[in-house]
C-alpha cells in the first residue's frame, strides 16, 4: 500500500486548519490537509463573522491583535478580501452598573490597540440614535468589524492549495497513531494511509475524541449557535453592535451587509445530532431573537426573516480554546474549541501555529490556552475511576 507523506498532517479543514495549512507552505513545509466533509462546513463557514477583538479575555488580545494584522492584509495574502469591512463595533449593555466593568476593561494595558471609547446617557444615543431606550451604555471599537465566513476556509485552502498544500475533502480519518520515536501514521476510511513528522489537529467539534486518544481528554461540549437573516433594508447600520449582559436569552448581536440584509446572532443554542452531523434551528431561539432586537434596535420590528441556519461549534468549560503542542506526545499539535469566538482568531491562529510547528515556539502569547491546564482534571477522574 502507498503511504502518501508530508512534513505536516492537518485533521481538520476548518479556517484553523486551511489558514494553518497556508501558513506552514508560506514556511516552506509540505503539507496535507484531511478534512471529513468539506473544507469550512461546520462552524468556521456557519458562525456570525465578528471579526472583533474587544470583549475577549485579556490574555487573548496578543493572539488577536496578531490576527488583526492579518485581516487587513488579506487581498495581499489570499487574494481575497472575505468580505471584511472594518466598521467599527459596539459593546453595549442596558444596566448602569455595567458601564464601570466596560470602563475597566477599557482600561485594561492589554486592550490599548483597541483605542475603545466608552458611550453613555445622551452622549451614546446621539451617536447611535437608532438604540432603544433600554440600552445604558457601550463601548466602541472603531478597528473592529466583520466578514463574510462563508468564503474565509475555502479562500485559505485554495491560497494553501496553490502554494503547493494538499488539500483532501471528503477524506475521513479512521485512526492515528505514532511509532514510539517515529512518525504519525493516519489511516483513512477509504482505505488511504498518509505519514507525517508531525500533526496538527484542527477537528473543532470533534477535536477532543482524537485528543483523548493521546491520553489527553478535554471537556469540550458541541453546541449549534443560532443565525438569522432579514430581508434586504437601506444600508444605514455599518457598526456590528452586540450586547454585555449576563442574562443569556438577552445576548443579541446583528450587522448589516453592504447589501442591506441583517445577520442576527445569540441567545439560545441548539444541541447538536453528532453522530449525523446536523445541527437544527430552534424556534424559540428566533423567536427570542425579534423580541431582542425590537429592545435593541426598535426600528427593525416588522422586519421579515428570511432564513435561518445552525452549525456545530466546540465550547470548552472555561470558554478558552485548546491551541499548542501536545502535553504528551512530541510532534503533535492542538488548535480546536474555540467556543464560538474563534472566527476573528482564524488567520492568527494558523499563523501562529505555523511558526511553533516550524520553529519550536512562537513570539505570540498562547500558554493560557495549552491543553496541559486539564490535565490534572483528567488525572483525577481517571483515578476516581480506578477506585471505584
Not at 211 to 226: D, K, R, T
Request: proline letters at 5%; one cysteine or more; aromatic letters at 8%.
Amino acid at each position: 500500500m502507498t503511504v502518501e507523506k508530508a512534513d505536516v498532517v492537518i485533521v481538520g479543514g476548518g479556517l484553523m486548519g486551511s489558514a494553518a495549512a497556508f501558513f506552514l507552505r508560506r514556511r516552506g513545509r509540505s503539507v496535507i490537509l484531511l478534512e471529513r466533509d468539506q473544507i469550512g462546513q461546520y462552524a468556521s463557514g456557519v458562525n456570525f463573522g465578528n471579526v472583533r477583538r474587544q470583549g475577549r479575555f485579556l490574555g487573548q488580545l496578543e493572539l488577536a491583535n496578531r490576527s488583526w494584522a492579518l485581516w487587513k492584509r488579506l487581498p495581499e495574502l489570499i487574494d481575497d478580501d472575505l468580505e471584511f469591512i472594518a466598521s467599527g463595533h459596539m459593546r453595549v449593555c442596558y444596566r448602569e452598573d455595567e458601564i464601570p466593568e466596560l470602563e475597566a476593561y477599557a482600561a485594561a494595558p492589554e486592550a490599548a490597540q483597541l483605542d475603545l471609547q466608552i458611550y453613555r446617557g445622551s452622549e451614546l444615543h446621539a451617536r447611535f440614535p437608532f438604540l432603544g431606550k433600554d440600552v445604558k451604555g457601550g463601548s466602541y471599537a472603531p478597528h473592529d468589524g466583520h466578514a463574510n465566513p462563508r468564503l474565509a476556509a475555502p479562500a485559505f485552502a485554495r491560497a494553501a492549495r496553490r502554494l503547493g498544500a494538499r488539500i483532501e475533502e471528503r477524506t475521513e480519518v479512521a485512526d492515528v497513531q505514532k511509532a514510539n520515536g517515529g512518525e504519525f501514521s493516519i489511516s483513512t476510511t477509504d482505505g488511504r494511509q498518509f505519514s507525517a513528522a508531525q500533526l496538527l489537529i484542527t477537528a473543532g467539534a470533534w477535536g477532543q475524541k482524537l485528543s483523548a486518544q493521546f491520553g489527553e481528554p478535554v471537556p469540550l461540549e458541541a453546541n449549534g449557535p443560532q443565525m438569522a437573516v432579514t430581508e434586504p433594508v437601506p444600508y444605514a447600520l455599518p457598526t456590528v453592535i452586540g450586547v454585555y449582559t449576563r442574562i443569556p436569552e438577552e445576548v443579541i448581536y446583528f450587522r448589516q451587509i453592504p447589501r442591506g440584509n441583517i445577520i442576527i446572532g445569540g441567545g439560545y443554542r441548539c444541541k447538536p445530532d453528532m453522530l449525523n452531523r446536523r445541527a437544527y434551528v430552534e424556534p424559540r431561539s428566533t423567536l427570542n431573537q425579534l423580541e431582542q432586537m425590537r429592545r435593541l434596535l426598535p426600528g427593525v420590528g416588522n422586519l421579515n426573516i428570511i432564513r435561518v441556519w445552525s452549525g456545530i461549534e466546540g465550547y470548552l468549560s472555561d470558554s478558552l480554546p485548546i491551541m499548542g503542542a501536545s502535553g504528551n506526545v512530541d510532534g503533535l499539535y492542538y488548535a480546536f474549541g474555540f467556543s464560538g469566538h474563534g472566527f476573528q482568531l482564524g488567520p492568527g491562529v494558523g499563523d501562529v501555529m505555523a511558526e511553533l510547528i516550524s520553529t519550536g515556539s512562537t513570539g505570540t502569547l498562547i500558554e493560557p490556552f495549552s491543553i496541559r491546564r486539564f490535565a490534572s482534571s483528567a488525572e483525577s477522574a481517571e483515578k476516581r475511576s480506578k477506585a471505584s
